[in-house]
């Protein structure tokens, strides 16, 4: 079936340093991918999507790249900021079915 | 624009008594669903709802139900609580007539059941 691996987390970095969260999928056929951002005490809100292998999906200075060959969908960013300190969830969607498969999310931390 | 309104933010609740969380939204958007998020597990789908007038059930359904009567109306009814469903409740929804792969998010309903 179809399924998403997020790395544990809590991530703990200081201030402009770079970030990688790792996420790996399985899934039959292609489907999209997400990463959406749960701030403190909020609903999540997307972050950023990729519809198609090689596509890379870009927002407030995250970047993803949809890497069919490896099965991910690693998250990045050159230089976090404090304000980045959230839950991040690396998520599918199967074209047309409308029916999300999410990762278990990995809270980072940016310390000042 | 207020987007997606949950009520309530919080409530504690015995075992064995009911209990309907709410979700408006203002954007008519045609689909919508719930999610409960568990430490661990992610987000998980409840109930969802392709159009008013029609409900399906998603990954967990036992123990819930909802109803669709209108657009901007999607609740979410407990009918004899358990300890089980200790959880934090999301509401969302999506526009299939537009990017409807985007999912938008209330603030979530902390739910305690004792």
């Known amino acids: 079936g179809n399924s998403v691996t997020q790395m544990e987390g809590p991530v703990t970095l200081s201030e402009e340093a770079f970030l990688t969260i790792n996420c790996t999928y399985t899934a039959t056929g292609y489907p999209s991918l997400f990463w959406y951002v749960q701030y403190p005490g909020e609903g999540l809100q997307l972050l950023l999507k990729a519809t198609k292998a090689d596509d890379k999906g870009s927002n407030k200075g995250f970047e993803a790249t949809y890497r069919k060959e490896t099965t991910s969908f690693h998250l990045e960013k050159g230089s976090v900021q404090v304000s980045d300190s959230a839950v991040y969830f690396c998520a599918l969607m199967k074209r047309g079915t409308y029916k999300y498969i999410f990762g278990t999310g990995t809270r980072l931390k940016v310390l000042a | 624009t207020a987007g997606i309104t949950q009520a309530p933010t919080s409530q504690i609740l015995a075992a064995g008594r009911s209990m309907t969380l709410r979700c408006t939204q203002d954007?008519?958007?045609?689909?919508m669903y719930w999610y409960r998020q568990d430490l661990g597990l992610g987000l998980r789908l409840i109930h969802y709802s392709n159009t008013a007038g029609t409900t399906g059930k998603g990954e967990v359904p036992d123990g819930y139900s909802v109803s669709r009567a209108n657009t901007d109306d999607f609740p979410l009814t407990l009918a004899s609580a358990v300890p089980s469903q200790t959880s934090v409740y999301f509401c969302?929804?999506?526009?299939?007539?537009?990017?409807?792969?985007?999912?938008?998010f209330g603030s979530g309903t902390q739910l305690s059941v004792l």
């Open positions: 969302a929804s999506s526009d299939r007539g537009g990017d409807g792969e985007k999912l938008f």
């Open positions: 954007m008519r958007h045609n689909a």
